[in-house]
């Protein structure tokens, strides 16, 4: 008899066209979807300056992505009507399994959004039995996350392929949809509000979303979800209801039997939808307002026609097919034109190369922005088998010594002439005071000599693409060089002093270390200090401390991912003291204690403060 062990969350991303000797598509990647997530809070996005480029460094992660503004046009109100561009460097396999998405090839349109991920299948649904394409009127946060895969719940639980809401701002990042308790006042009009973020954005319900699908099964099960509407602090509202499938990615995993001639018996593959609600209207308390208008199915990815406002702005968009697939190719806004070209070589990808200005100038682009990475690492290395061999490996240090050749890079050409080459690579990073809590995976890989391997339930670390260093060169510029490196302190308990630290040596010399908080559900993702040394000698230290006592951290709202990645985005965090030495003397600024412990109102905001300085 063969007995079948399930592979339970150690998912394999790849593209279902490889197929091994026993008829199985081979699974070439290990992805582990659980925490794909973990570095998306908008405050832990921070880029470093003189991203002329367009450029964005994470100085946590070392992530790298771009975000820039073709056009902008100036109104009467301050709703901005514009269009942007995104792009992160991310494996082709890990997030871009479907390279025909987007109607900008590797580039993303930046629009508002709340985006999720879920079984293609079965569309956008909570676990609630009675209610189930109710997504937003969620009646108990236990129904937030969708069921088990409807292809196989043991083999597919939800929290292995599924990528919980987040509304998306352009320019701002993204946030976290956590379900409302009460804990936090919400505005007295409106409503109910069923979900708030960790920004104060409050979330209530749209009864049906504008495409609805009258044709295939699965245009119909997308059009079933309910629509958003967001109110932000300063008053705006977005209406979230108009469904599109940015990406689908095919997962495949198997069950291993212990027959000794085939012990690979069975495999099953899962197709995840990546989706998004898009804003179809903007309103400010005034009542100006900018409409987004759309013409693509529930099932296809965003095709945006026209963006106009109540004052008279309007931006048109025009597609065409390219090479079989229908691409941005211009972009107009009162009389003037933007124009897209794509890649004519024979790459999987037909990457954005080069977008034209109405003044006949060019921004050009070039180099791999989807690379394809070998990930292998020892899988017994931050396993519960041998927990502590990552905190041994040290990553490559490029600000004492030149980045070696491997690696990929990507290059952006401004229509002065200025070269910007960006240089990345993969570099371990991960946190302490992780609990270990193990479970048999059932993975055994083809020629592995590892069976039934322990996994971590609660992730501690991984492999990252980082940016290693950049260069600017040009005519009449001195070459400009920026380099890199990141280092994570990473362990279970009891080991709960781990740090994150990343270095920058700019091009004049000066070093500036970000050391950043890496402890589970404590002080994981905040900034700690930023020192910055020249010729060995540091000339200006900053260092901050937040609120951990009393009701701090405070929690905000009920996610199912707070106790595994999200701990973050669901807690109040407040910086309550700040120290910048330099120059021989210090100055401080803090929170009073004068109001018989912190002086922060119900939303952590300080109602009094202090400052002083001194040699």
């Given at each position: 008899m063969n007995v079948q062990k399930p592979i339970y969350l150690f998912i394999a991303a790849i593209c279902l066209a490889g197929v091994s000797h026993d008829g199985f598509a081979q699974a070439t990647q290990g992805v582990d979807l659980r925490y794909a997530t973990l570095l998306k809070d908008p405050e832990r996005l921070a880029a470093t300056p003189g991203n002329t480029f367009g450029d964005q460094h994470n100085t946590e992660s070392g992530s790298l992505s771009f975000n820039v503004v073709d056009v902008s046009i100036p109104g009467n109100s301050d709703l901005p009507v514009e269009f942007r561009r995104s792009m992160k460097i991310e494996d082709i396999l890990l997030d871009y399994a479907n390279p025909a998405s987007s109607r900008l090839s590797d580039w993303d349109f930046d629009l508002p959004r709340i985006q999720a991920a879920y079984e293609y299948k079965t569309g956008w649904v909570t676990s609630d039995p009675a209610r189930q394409r109710k997504n937003c009127s969620v009646t108990n946060p236990a129904y937030i996350a969708p069921p088990g895969s409807g292809t196989?719940?043991?083999?597919?639980?939800?929290?292995?392929?599924?990528?919980?809401?987040?509304?998306?701002?352009?320019?701002?990042?993204?946030?976290?949809?956590?379900?409302?308790?009460?804990?936090?006042?919400?505005?007295?009009?409106?409503?109910?509000?069923?979900?708030?973020?960790?920004?104060?954005?409050?979330?209530?319900?749209?009864?049906?979303?504008?495409?609805?699908?009258?044709?295939?099964?699965?245009?119909?099960?997308?059009?079933?979800?309910?629509?958003?509407?967001?109110?932000?602090?300063?008053?705006?509202?977005?209406?979230?209801?108009?469904?599109?499938?940015?990406?689908?990615?095919?997962?495949?995993?198997?069950?291993?039997g212990t027959s000794v001639v085939n012990p690979w018996l069975k495999s099953e593959a899962l197709r995840q939808a990546t989706t998004a609600l898009y804003a179809t209207r903007v309103e400010d308390r005034f009542g100006n307002w900018v409409n987004y208008h759309y013409s693509n199915a529930n099932t296809q990815p965003v095709r945006i026609d026209r963006i106009e406002s109540s004052d008279g702005r309007v931006i048109t968009f025009s597609y065409s097919e390219v090479q079989g697939v229908e691409r941005l190719t211009s972009v107009a806004a009162h009389g003037r034109t933007w124009l897209y070209d794509y890649s004519q070589e024979n790459l999987r990808v037909k990457p954005l190369v080069a977008v034209g200005?109405?003044?006949?100038?060019?921004?050009?682009?070039?180099?791999?922005?989807?690379?394809?990475?070998?990930?292998?690492?020892?899988?017994?290395?931050?396993?519960?088998?041998?927990?502590?061999?990552?905190?041994?490996?040290?990553?490559?240090d490029a600000t004492v010594a030149e980045p070696p050749g491997d690696g990929y890079r990507y290059w952006v050409v401004s229509p002065s002439g200025a070269r910007a080459e960006f240089h990345y690579g993969l570099v371990l990073l991960g946190r302490s005071g992780v609990p270990?809590?193990?479970?048999?995976?059932?993975?055994?890989?083809?020629?592995?000599?590892?069976?039934?391997?322990?996994?971590?339930?609660?992730?501690?670390?991984?492999?990252?693409?980082?940016?290693?260093?950049?260069?600017?060169?040009?005519?009449?510029?001195?070459?400009?060089?920026?380099?890199?490196?990141?280092?994570?302190?990473?362990g279970h308990l009891p080991f709960t002093n781990g740090t994150s630290r990343t270095k920058i040596l700019d091009p004049k010399g000066l070093l500036t270390t970000y050391v950043y908080g890496n402890v589970y559900k404590g002080n994981e993702g905040l900034l700690l200090s930023v020192t910055e040394t020249l010729a060995g000698t540091a000339i200006r230290t900053v260092t901050n401390q937040y609120a951990a006592e009393g009701d701090y951290p405070k929690q905000l709202g009920r996610h199912p991912n707070i106790d595994s990645s999200d701990f973050g985005s669901a807690y109040l965090r407040p910086k309550i003291f700040t120290r910048t030495a330099q120059d021989g003397s210090y100055f401080d600024w803090s929170v009073s204690r004068a109001c018989g412990s912190l002086c922060l109102d119900g939303l952590g905001r300080p109602t009094t403060y202090v400052e002083a300085s001194g040699p």
């Amino acid at each position: 008899m063969n007995v079948q062990k399930p592979i339970y969350l150690f998912i394999a991303a790849i593209c279902l066209a490889g197929v091994s000797h026993d008829g199985f598509a081979q699974a070439t990647q290990g992805v582990d979807l659980r925490y794909a997530t973990l570095l998306k809070d908008p405050e832990r996005l921070a880029a470093t300056p003189g991203n002329t480029f367009g450029d964005q460094h994470n100085t946590e992660s070392g992530s790298l992505s771009f975000n820039v503004v073709d056009v902008s046009i100036p109104g009467n109100s301050d709703l901005p009507v514009e269009f942007r561009r995104s792009m992160k460097i991310e494996d082709i396999l890990l997030d871009y399994a479907n390279p025909a998405s987007s109607r900008l090839s590797d580039w993303d349109f930046d629009l508002p959004r709340i985006q999720a991920a879920y079984e293609y299948k079965t569309g956008w649904v909570t676990s609630d039995p009675a209610r189930q394409r109710k997504n937003c009127s969620v009646t108990n946060p236990a129904y937030i996350a969708p069921p088990g895969s409807g292809t196989n719940p043991d083999l597919f639980p939800a929290e292995a392929y599924w990528s919980a809401p987040s509304v998306h701002f352009p320019g701002q990042g993204s946030s976290l949809l956590l379900y409302n308790q009460g804990r936090i006042t919400a505005p007295a009009d409106g409503g109910p509000y069923y979900w708030l973020t960790s920004n104060f954005d409050y979330v209530s319900c749209l009864a049906s979303i504008q495409n609805v699908g009258k044709g295939t099964p699965e245009e119909v099960a997308f059009s079933s979800a309910e629509g958003y509407m967001v109110r932000r602090p300063d008053g705006t509202r977005y209406w979230f209801d108009w469904m599109a499938v940015d990406k689908t990615t095919n997962f495949i995993t198997a069950s291993r039997g212990t027959s000794v001639v085939n012990p690979w018996l069975k495999s099953e593959a899962l197709r995840q939808a990546t989706t998004a609600l898009y804003a179809t209207r903007v309103e400010d308390r005034f009542g100006n307002w900018v409409n987004y208008h759309y013409s693509n199915a529930n099932t296809q990815p965003v095709r945006i026609d026209r963006i106009e406002s109540s004052d008279g702005r309007v931006i048109t968009f025009s597609y065409s097919e390219v090479q079989g697939v229908e691409r941005l190719t211009s972009v107009a806004a009162h009389g003037r034109t933007w124009l897209y070209d794509y890649s004519q070589e024979n790459l999987r990808v037909k990457p954005l190369v080069a977008v034209g200005n109405p003044d006949g100038s060019a921004w050009n682009y070039s180099g791999l922005s989807k690379p394809s990475f070998d990930w292998s690492l020892d899988q017994q290395y931050g396993s519960c088998a041998r927990p502590d061999t990552w905190r041994s490996i040290v990553n490559f240090d490029a600000t004492v010594a030149e980045p070696p050749g491997d690696g990929y890079r990507y290059w952006v050409v401004s229509p002065s002439g200025a070269r910007a080459e960006f240089h990345y690579g993969l570099v371990l990073l991960g946190r302490s005071g992780v609990p270990k809590q193990c479970r048999v995976s059932g993975t055994t890989l083809p020629g592995s000599s590892y069976q039934d391997m322990l996994e971590q339930a609660i992730r501690m670390g991984g492999k990252q693409i980082a940016l290693l260093s950049k260069t600017i060169t040009g005519p009449g510029i001195e070459p400009l060089r920026w380099r890199y490196n990141y280092q994570s302190d990473m362990g279970h308990l009891p080991f709960t002093n781990g740090t994150s630290r990343t270095k920058i040596l700019d091009p004049k010399g000066l070093l500036t270390t970000y050391v950043y908080g890496n402890v589970y559900k404590g002080n994981e993702g905040l900034l700690l200090s930023v020192t910055e040394t020249l010729a060995g000698t540091a000339i200006r230290t900053v260092t901050n401390q937040y609120a951990a006592e009393g009701d701090y951290p405070k929690q905000l709202g009920r996610h199912p991912n707070i106790d595994s990645s999200d701990f973050g985005s669901a807690y109040l965090r407040p910086k309550i003291f700040t120290r910048t030495a330099q120059d021989g003397s210090y100055f401080d600024w803090s929170v009073s204690r004068a109001c018989g412990s912190l002086c922060l109102d119900g939303l952590g905001r300080p109602t009094t403060y202090v400052e002083a300085s001194g040699p």
